[in-house]
């Protein structure tokens, strides 16, 4: 059943990092969930994968590509191993049970006119906190789905890598 996928990985994990960072706009844009620093972090895992993914199509379609095949998918099972780190760890901090980054700590208030007043005068504006999760469903906040769903892209990008070794 999965094969037609693993053949094929470098398009899927291009497609499956187009589908996480449009998900992730789409909250931002229709839900109305600023990213945070960490959030933004876990984008650039994406890009990443995106970019690598369609470099690594064109690689192995190049004369003596197809010796690279194998070893894209693991480039690609670590670009989404960082991810799912990445994301664990903003989930912890979501959790308390470790601390965020400094950067983007809460502090427990909320924005105030005074703070409006201030960003209309140019002051800085300090993005939303690492460590609160704005949306949780069955118990994970997007940090946590998103620490699962890498989870499982770096498991096919071994199974991928292995059944290319298989094929030599």
Excluded at 3 to 21: H, I, N
Excluded at 32 to 48: D, H, I, S
Excluded at 56 to 72: C, D, N, Q, S, Y
Aim: proline share 5%; with cysteine; glycine share 10%.
């Amino acid at each position: 059943m999965l094969k037609p996928f693993l053949d094929r990985w470098r398009l899927v994990a291009l497609l499956a990092s187009a589908g996480m960072l449009a998900t992730a706009h789409a909250f931002q844009t229709f839900g109305g969930y600023a990213p945070c620093t960490l959030c933004l972090r876990q984008r650039e895992v994406y890009w990443t994968a995106l970019g690598l993914g369609a470099a690594f199509m064109i690689l192995v379609r190049l004369p003596g590509g197809p010796k690279w095949r194998e070893a894209t998918c693991w480039v690609l099972g670590l670009v989404f191993l960082v991810g799912a780190g990445l994301a664990a760890y903003h989930a912890g901090a979501e959790w308390k049970f470790w601390p965020g980054p400094t950067t983007c700590a809460s502090t427990g208030s909320g924005i105030s006119v005074g703070d409006m007043e201030a960003f209309l005068k140019g002051a800085e504006v300090k993005p939303p906190a690492c460590d609160e999760a704005v949306w949780v469903f069955a118990g994970l906040s997007m940090a946590g789905w998103n620490a699962v769903i890498s989870l499982v892209l770096v498991a096919l990008s071994v199974m991928a890598a292995l059944r290319e070794r298989a094929k030599r």
